[in-house]
C-alpha cells in the first residue's frame, strides 16, 4: 500500500541552523511528492513538488528512489519557518496520501 | 483571484444526524478534492470529483459522498453521524485532472455529539 512516513512529529531548531525535514514514502510507481505547508491560522498550502526542482523560500527537497526519501531541507531557518509541514504522494489524478506531519518550531 | 470557500466553517450535530459540507472552487479549477483531518489520523483522502464526475475515491464508508455541480461547486454529505466523524474537512480544488497544485479551502469544523 501506498504510504508517506515522516518520522518526526516535533522539530525545534534554532535560527540560522539547518533544517531536515524527513519523509520516506512506499509506492510501486513513479512517485509524484510534494511539500505542503501551514502557517499559524493559514491555509495549507503547497510549498513545493519534486517535479518542478525549485527552491522556494530557501528550501529544496530531492527525490532519492534509492532510499525512497524526500526530505526537505533549508541550510539557514529564519523564525517564520515555524509550521506545520506535510510531506504527500499523489496517488492517481489529485488524490494525495499524506505523512503525519512535522511541526517546525524554530528558537529565535 | 478569490480562494476556496468552505460553507459553513463550523458545525455541530448529533449522533445519527445527517450534514452537507459545500465547497467553491476557484474561478476555472474544473476538480474538487475532499480530505478529512483528524488528530489521530491526520489528513485522509475522501474523494475527487472533476467536471461532476467522481474519479477517485478513498477507503470511507458509503456514508460518506459527494457531488459536483456543472459550476464545479462541490458538496459533500455524511449521513447517520458518528462520534468518529467529528474532523477538520477540507476541500481543495485545482484547475484539470493532472497533477497541478491543490489549493485548499479553510474547512470546515464537525463536531458530533
Known amino acids: 500500500a501506498q504510504r508517506v512516513t515522516q518520522p518526526e512529529k516535533l522539530l525545534s531548531v534554532f535560527k540560522g541552523a539547518p533544517v531536515e525535514l524527513k519523509c520516506n514514502y512506499s509506492y510501486s510507481g513513479s512517485p509524484e511528492l510534494f511539500w505542503y505547508v501551514q502557517y499559524s491560522r493559514q491555509r495549507l498550502q503547497l510549498l513545493l513538488r519534486?517535479?518542478s526542482r525549485e527552491s522556494i523560500k530557501g528550501f529544496t527537497a530531492d527525490l532519492n528512489k534509492g532510499e525512497t526519501s524526500f526530505h526537505l531541507k533549508k541550510p539557514f531557518a529564519q523564525e517564520e519557518d515555524s509550521a506545520m509541514y506535510y510531506c504527500?504522494?499523489?496517488?492517481?489524478?489529485?488524490?494525495?496520501?499524506f505523512g503525519q506531519g512535522t511541526r517546525l518550531t524554530i528558537n529565535p | 483571484k478569490a480562494g476556496v470557500t468552505q460553507t459553513p466553517r463550523y458545525l455541530i450535530k448529533t449522533r445519527g444526524q445527517q450534514v452537507t459540507l459545500s465547497c467553491s472552487p476557484i474561478s476555472g479549477h474544473r476538480s474538487v478534492s475532499w480530505y478529512q483531518q483528524t488528530p489521530g489520523q491526520g489528513l485522509q483522502f475522501l474523494f475527487e470529483y472533476f467536471s461532476e464526475t467522481q474519479r477517485n475515491k478513498g477507503n470511507f464508508p458509503g456514508r460518506f459522498s459527494g457531488r459536483q455541480f456543472s459550476n464545479s461547486r462541490s458538496e459533500m454529505n455524511v449521513s447517520t453521524l458518528e462520534l468518529g466523524d467529528s474532523a477538520l474537512y477540507l476541500c481543495?480544488?485545482?484547475?484539470?485532472?493532472?497533477?497541478?497544485?491543490?489549493?485548499f479551502g479553510p474547512g470546515t469544523r464537525l463536531t458530533v455529539l
Open positions: 519534486h517535479i
Open positions: 504527500a504522494l499523489a496517488q492517481g489524478a489529485q488524490k494525495l496520501v
Open positions: 481543495a480544488s485545482s484547475l484539470d485532472g493532472t497533477y497541478n497544485e491543490q489549493f
